[in-house]
């Protein structure tokens, strides 16, 4: 069975600009979480998806954003880019409610310059 | 945001020694996860726990979920340098999982 798989690995962006970030989680698994992980902050819940629509959201700005599709596949977008945004943004999947394991792919480095 | 208070922050040891970490939280969990995380890669689930006092083992790795719903810890025994790496803890209490910081774990050969 297939892992969770995030696309792209790396991305460097400027300042202002917006980015598109893409999980496809493990087949079978309808939640989809994503996670923006920091040297200083540690792990910080973003949203979490469940059979396309958005179940809990963390405390971001509402620059970040996120979908999910039918086929349970996710992307989150973050518009006008900050520094501050530089992160390892992790995609973890699980097969239905809270409480359930979750599994997570190896994350999108994000680089913002 | 919320997060859990993981403890130590790091631990250098010898080869062969046992580890032990944990986290407490102020709030009441229904489970309690443990992640391993590798540089530059996501963290890999290590162990579920799901109930109070469950005491579960993956290989040298022995978790316990605490009986107040509040704490777990984390064993590991004869530690080899493939251990070494950033261990978290997460909960969840009908809520989205919350993590501690992490325990970095150095192994001395």
């Known amino acids: 069975k297939a892992g969770v798989t995030q696309t792209p690995r790396y991305l460097i962006k400027t300042r202002g600009q917006q980015v598109t970030l893409s999980c496809s989680p493990i087949?079978?698994?309808?939640?989809v979480s994503w996670y923006q992980q920091t040297p200083g902050q540690g792990l910080q819940f973003l949203f979490e998806y469940f059979s396309e629509t958005q179940r809990n959201k963390g405390n971001f700005p509402g620059r970040f954003s996120g979908r999910q599709f039918s086929n349970s596949r996710s992307e989150m977008n973050v518009s006008t880019l900050e520094l501050g945004d530089s992160a390892l943004y992790l995609c973890a999947s699980s097969f239905g409610a809270l409480n359930t394991e979750a599994f997570f792919g190896q994350g999108t480095r994000l680089t913002v310059v | 945001g919320q997060q859990l208070n993981q403890s130590p922050q790091s631990m250098f040891i010898q080869e062969g020694e046992d580890v032990s970490m944990n986290c407490t939280s102020s709030?009441?969990?229904?489970?309690w996860l443990w992640y391993k995380q590798d540089p530059g890669e996501g963290p890999v689930l290590l162990i579920a726990?799901?109930?109070?006092?469950e005491l579960t083992s993956n290989g040298r790795l022995t978790a316990q979920f605490g009986i107040t719903r509040k704490d777990s810890f984390l064993n590991i025994s004869a530690s080899i340098p493939s251990d070494v790496g950033i261990y978290f803890c997460a909960g969840s209490g009908n809520t989205p999982l919350v993590f501690g910081k992490g325990t970095r774990l150095s192994v001395i050969a």
């Open positions: 087949s079978g698994h309808r939640s």
């Open positions: 709030s009441i969990f229904n489970t």
């Open positions: 726990l799901y109930k109070a006092g």
